[in-house]
């Protein structure tokens, strides 16, 4: 068995996942780096494995059930575990043709939000389970938004904010059906963040964005699980 740790973070060659992929192996994790361009992944994990990190690239597309079962293979043979999962990989249709009010959103923007950013962490949390409950260890942090809270919904982005909330249920429903073991699921809102996505507009840093999934991913046996957390304080659903 492959003695050091070994965590996935999903759409990581840039951003918060890149960031949280370079603060997880300075924690002396082996990262693999997951990333739709195998090209794209090399050349974000290059300058970390440079700097002595244990960084490798992975071609991982989310809604590419292929790609899931292929990577869970791959790391079954390869390390024979999986200690923590970061489902990062997200998407938010261009504000252009992301329809602002839900009377006109069209179909194609609610359901490549929801293939994306809630099927795609269900599968592969799926896909990797066996490994975390065989060793009864394990880190799932699903990065949401408090755009999918129930509590505090608005209005805009039609397909992101109903494909948020139904990640955050299915946080709820993992964490349930896994009490009493030792693998955690949690849900973790980053804030507006100054990455691709959030523009240079937004508020926070990408070191502010993360630390509550860098929590999330390294909590103690007695850390909480079934969870919605920002700054490392539960909020509403």
């Known amino acids: 068995m492959h003695q050091n740790p070994v965590a996935l973070v999903t759409g990581a060659n840039r951003g918060m996942g890149l ?3 370079a603060a997880l192996a300075q924690q002396h994790y082996t990262v693999l780096l997951g990333s739709r361009s195998l090209s794209g992944g090399e050349s974000a ?14 071609e991982l597309d989310v809604d590419n059930a292929d790609q899931i079962a292929a990577l869970a293979n791959t790391i079954k043979t390869d390390f024979d575990r999986i200690d923590v999962l970061v489902n990062n990989a997200g998407i938010l249709v261009d504000p252009l043709t992301d329809d602002a009010s839900i009377f006109d959103a069209s179909r194609e923007a609610v359901l490549s939000s929801f293939v994306t950013n809630t ?14 409950r065989e060793r009864n260890y394990g ?17 805009g982005h039609a397909g992101y904010r109903i494909s948020k ?5 299915t946080t709820a429903i993992y964490a349930t059906e896994l009490a009493g073991t030792n693998v955690k699921v949690n849900a973790m809102c ?6 691709d996505m959030g523009t240079e507009h937004a508020s926070r840093s990408i070191a502010e964005g993360i630390d509550t999934t860098l929590w999330l991913a390294t909590l103690p046996d007695d850390g909480p699980s079934g969870g919605f957390f920002r700054d490392r304080n539960p909020i509403d659903w």
């Open 45 to 58: 994990a290059a300058p970390l494995r440079e700097s002595g990190l244990d960084v490798r690239a992975v």
């Open 19 to 21: 960031a949280t992929c």
């Open 190 to 195: 980053p804030g507006w963040v100054r990455t």
């Open 165 to 169: 909330t139904a990640l955050n249920s």
């Open 139 to 155: 880190r799932v942090v699903n990065v949401s938004s408090g755009m999918g809270q129930l509590g505090d919904m608005g209005a």
């Open 119 to 132: 099927l795609g962490p269900v599968l592969l949390t799926n896909a990797l389970l066996p490994l975390m």
